[in-house]
């Protein structure tokens, strides 16, 4: 197996991870880490799926209200949500880590894929939450739904 490349974006084993449908998880940063209130924050989101490439769903993120969070079937009471957009995927082929533009589709058997979103948030000083929209083509697969509690201390 060869080593996994430093300057991929993919973000795993994050302390913001959430257990998805359809043997999916998402893991999340802020960069920088702690936020500053004095520049954009960075939103780094990985999609990750062990069946293989997920193309049908959007990721879109806000900054939320800490104290009355967004409901997780609430997906269209607030107007605010900025599209995530994808910056990178990789597949694992042959037991290797690629880009899946170098990759041959289809692919054989299930294919373990990681798909990398970024947006950027400008977050005021102190206790902020970012909340976090999925929205799946596929619900049969995926549910469509916010997360909320995603709570980050912002520096000034």
Do not use: C
Not at 82 to 95: P, S
Not at 111 to 134: H, M, N
């Amino acid at each position: 197996m060869s080593a996994p490349n430093k300057n991929r974006k993919v973000v795993r084993n994050s302390k913001a991870f959430w257990q998805l449908e359809g043997e999916s998880e998402l893991n999340a940063i802020t960069l920088p880490d702690p936020p500053t209130a004095s520049q954009p924050t960075l939103i780094r989101l990985t999609h990750s799926n062990s069946y293989g490439p997920f193309d049908e769903a959007d990721i879109f993120v806000r900054r939320g209200d800490p104290d009355h969070p967004t409901e997780p079937g609430d997906l269209d009471s607030t107007t605010d949500w900025i599209k995530a957009t994808l910056v990178e995927e990789l597949v694992y082929v042959d037991g290797e880590q690629i880009l899946r533009s170098d990759a041959e589709e289809p692919f054989e058997d299930e294919t373990s894929w990681d798909g990398t979103y970024e947006v950027q948030l400008a977050l005021p000083a102190g206790r902020q939450s970012i909340e976090i929209k999925v929205v799946s083509r596929e619900p049969k697969v995926l549910r469509s739904m916010v997360i909320a509690g995603w709570d980050v201390k912002v520096k000034k």
